[in-house]
């Protein structure tokens, strides 16, 4: 069974910081993908991360992909309140490419 | 132009209660889920239809049955309800996910918060 885990669950931290947070896997994902879900809202799509080792930039979040693609990281430099929100990853399954979901990782952003 | 919309966006009922809630898509995908999410915000999906056949069911009480009377809609009907129902449930769609496995994106509406009483 393919399972993806996020880590921290919860990071609070002030405005200006630099945060990484993490999504593991010990199997290996053709692909994955960052949602941000903001509070009352429904998950929006920010990347997808296809080739092992790539980096992709979005402003100030930087996203990695593990070599051995079982990993990846978002970075966000100079965190911001606005970058408040709930930060998921997903990936498809070999079986069906139906997405398999993290359990999120819960940042705020204190001004 | 809404995306994918749910009605209704809050839901208060007591226990035993029948509820339904709508989703409609705009998008013109032939992929629509249901998700649950609890109040530790693990996103669980719940129904997968393609073109209106049920496709997937993961392990959910038969007390929930959905519906899809045409490809841009997906409602969700939930009998007798239980006071562990209560979550945000969000309806999402996407391309058939076979059609591009690696950048199969879902579009989620807005939720809708149950409360069971």
């Known amino acids: 069974t393919q399972l993806l885990e996020q880590s921290p669950q919860f990071l609070s931290i002030q405005e200006g910081e630099n945060l990484t947070v993490y999504c593991n896997s010990s199997s290996v994902f053709s692909s994955l993908q960052w949602y941000r879900q903001e509070p009352g809202e429904g998950p929006v799509l920010l990347v997808t991360v296809v080739t092992g080792g790539e980096v992709k930039k979005l402003k100030r979040l930087t996203f990695q992909f593990g070599d051995a693609r079982k990993d990846s990281s978002l970075h966000i430099t100079a965190a911001q309140p606005g970058d408040t929100g709930l930060y998921l990853c997903a990936g498809p399954q070999d079986s069906n490419y139906q997405l398999i979901w993290g359990a999120g990782t819960k940042l705020i952003i204190k001004p | ?117």
């Open chain 2, 1 to 117: 132009d809404t995306a994918v919309s749910q009605t209704p966006k809050y839901l208060v009922t007591q226990m035993g209660n029948d509820k339904s809630i709508k989703c409609e898509q705009n998008l013109g995908h032939d992929t629509m889920y249901w998700y649950k999410q609890d109040s530790k915000k693990f996103l669980k999906i719940m129904f997968s239809y393609n073109n209106k056949e049920l496709i997937i069911n993961e392990t959910v009480p038969n007390r929930f049955s959905p519906k899809s009377p045409d490809k841009a809609h997906l409602n969700l009907h939930i009998n007798s309800l239980e006071l562990g129902d209560s979550a945000v449930y969000f309806c999402a769609s996407s391309p058939p996910p076979a059609f591009d496995p690696l950048y199969n994106e879902q579009f989620f509406g807005p939720g809708t918060r149950l409360t069971v009483l």
